[in-house]
């Protein structure tokens, strides 16, 4: 699965943002959120540091990720030709890794009642995005990747294009969200878990959604 993100911009109204800290990529907001906002084609980046509620990854280090992925490779298969980001699904993967935590593919024949959403460190997406130059929105879509956690006991949508983090709300809400994200057709969703909880296979409860 070679899934890779996208620079576009949307245009969304988010919630009041709160005060910018650091750099203009970099804003906290109620309850101390931490959202990292898009730059270039890096919201894999964003993503990963977003649902890890910490500035830990940067270009270079992705970019050392790519090298180790395909050290004799002329052209990285992994990223931006350009240079810009545009990072796969791999590069996600083993930066995870990394930190001792581990990427399930979500299987969309499932449904989202059966995660067992307390072994769920956070969750990345990959969704179809609008293309726009500036105010004008192009016939287009491309691929990008964000990211969902609880902060504070409640669920937020740290997409990197939005103004400033959004609360989704509680896990019956979070059920919702996620529903509404992989019904589009190719929108694709990794969980993010520790090791031992992959290993194991406890962020699966029965199929009966009842449970």
């Given at each position: 699965?070679?899934?890779?993100d996208?620079s576009?911009?949307?245009?969304?109204?988010?919630?009041?943002?709160?005060s910018s800290?650091?750099?203009?990529?970099?804003?906290?907001s109620?309850?101390?959120?931490?959202?990292?906002?898009?730059?270039?084609?890096?919201?894999?980046?964003?993503?990963?540091?977003?649902?890890l509620?910490?500035?830990?990854?940067?270009?270079?280090?992705?970019?050392?990720?790519?090298?180790?992925?395909?050290?004799?490779?002329?052209?990285?298969?992994?990223?931006?030709?350009?240079?810009?980001?545009?990072?796969?699904?791999?590069?996600?993967?083993?930066?995870?890794?990394?930190?001792?935590?581990?990427?399930?593919?979500?299987?969309?024949?499932?449904?989202?009642?059966?995660?067992?959403?307390?072994?769920?460190?956070?969750?990345?997406?990959?969704?179809?995005?609008?293309?726009?130059?500036?105010?004008?929105?192009?016939?287009?879509?491309?691929?990008?990747?964000?990211?969902?956690?609880?902060?504070?006991?409640?669920?937020?949508?740290?997409?990197s294009?939005l103004?400033?983090?959004?609360?989704?709300?509680?896990?019956?809400?979070?059920?919702?969200?996620?529903?509404?994200?992989?019904?589009?057709?190719?929108?694709?969703?990794?969980?993010?878990?520790?090791?031992?909880?992959?290993?194991d296979?406890?962020?699966?409860?029965?199929?009966?959604?009842?449970?």
């Open positions: 699965m070679l899934l890779s996208s576009i911009f949307l245009k969304q109204t988010p919630r009041a943002a709160g800290r650091r750099s203009q990529s970099f804003s906290m109620e309850g101390d959120v931490f959202h990292e906002k898009q730059r270039l084609e890096l919201c894999a980046i964003h993503a990963l540091n977003n649902v509620q910490e500035r830990v990854f940067t270009k270079e280090t992705a970019d050392d990720i790519c090298k180790r992925l395909a050290p004799q490779c002329v052209v990285n298969p992994h990223r931006s030709v350009l240079g810009t980001g545009n990072y796969d699904v791999n590069v996600i993967m083993a930066a995870l890794q990394s930190r001792e935590l581990a990427a399930v593919w979500w299987d969309k024949r499932r449904t989202v009642q059966s995660l067992c959403m307390p072994k769920v460190q956070g969750f990345i997406l990959n969704v179809p995005s609008r293309v726009s130059l500036g105010i004008v929105f192009l016939p287009l879509r491309r691929r990008h990747w964000l990211a969902v956690r609880q902060v504070n006991g409640q669920y937020y949508n740290l997409d294009k103004k400033s983090p959004v609360c989704i709300g509680g896990e019956a809400e979070l059920r919702t969200f996620l529903s509404e994200q992989l019904s589009q057709d190719v929108a694709e969703m990794l969980l993010v878990v520790r090791r031992e909880v992959e290993e296979g406890s962020w699966l409860n029965s199929d009966n959604p009842t449970k």
